[in-house]
């Protein structure tokens, strides 16, 4: 009698076990595809930007401001404003980069290094996983609310560059990119993304849907 008890109850501890520890188990992950498809569905944007750029060697942070946009699949275009006007205008494999009423245009794919750095945004911003997990190693980390992905370069003359590159948001607005380089130097970047223009409202004096052309009798 007593050793059916004793049983019984080291049954019924098990499937207490078992059951708080599926309770306790996240129910899913939130992994790149998940984040990608999310990032997807914001087809432009525009935001402002404040970046601190740490150089070995120098005492205290570079300091730049301006304002991003982008256009899916692949515009992305960065006016730098402070400490001195410039941009940088990336579309498709064209990279124009101006300063001072002087213009320069590059290939991409000429400069690997580049390249990798551009599509690191550009395939976040367009949820192009694809294209990520084509020049880094990818880890994302959070849930939809709030979300850090983690880039690791794969391709060899890009990680003789760049160590590291974090990028964070909420949802699909981008908020932040950190890169890390070799040598030392690191960027953090701060993003806030401009809210949706508001759709203009009707006129008081509008006519009603259907009115149009109508006479009075």
Same mark, same amino acid.
Request: proline content about 7%.
């Given at each position: ?7 019984? *109850? !080291? ?8 059951? #708080? ?30 970046? =601190?750029?740490? #150089? ?6 570079? &300091? ?6 982008? @256009?899916?699949? !692949?515009? $992305?275009?960065?006016? +730098? ?12 494999? +064209? /990279?124009? $980069? ?7 245009? /590059?290939?991409? !794919?000429?400069?690997?290094? /580049? $390249?990798? $750095? ?6 976040? *911003?367009?949820? &192009?996983?694809? +294209?990520? =997990? ?15 992905? @983690? ?30 380089? #070799?040598?030392? !130097?690191?960027? #953090? ?29």
């Amino acid at each position: 009698m007593i050793s059916g008890s004793k049983i019984r *109850l !080291d049954r019924l501890c098990r499937v207490f076990l078992l059951a #708080v520890a599926f309770c306790a188990a996240p129910a899913w992950a939130f992994d790149l595809p998940e984040l990608m498809g999310l990032l997807a569905k914001q087809k432009s944007g525009e935001a402002r930007f404040t970046e =601190q750029r740490f #150089v070995h060697g120098l005492e205290g942070p570079l &300091d730049a401001s301006g304002t991003l946009s982008f @256009d899916a699949p !692949d515009k $992305l275009v960065r006016r +730098t404003l402070s400490p001195r006007i410039e941009t940088m205008a990336v579309d498709g494999n +064209t /990279l124009t $980069l101006s300063r001072g009423g002087r213009n320069r245009t /590059l290939a991409l !794919d000429s400069m690997p290094e /580049l $390249l990798g $750095l551009v599509e690191a945004m550009r395939g976040t *911003l367009s949820g &192009d996983g694809a +294209t990520l =997990q084509r020049y880094f190693k990818s880890t994302v980390t959070g849930a939809p609310g709030k979300w850090t992905l @983690d880039l690791s370069p794969m391709d060899s003359r890009l990680a003789a560059q760049v160590r590291s590159i974090r990028i964070s948001g909420r949802a699909s607005d981008v908020l932040g990119l950190e890169m890390e380089f #070799v040598g030392g !130097d690191r960027s #953090v970047m701060n993003i806030s993304p401009n809210a949706p223009a508001p759709a203009p409202a009707a006129s008081p004096n509008a006519a009603p849907s259907g009115a149009a052309g109508r006479t009075a009798p």
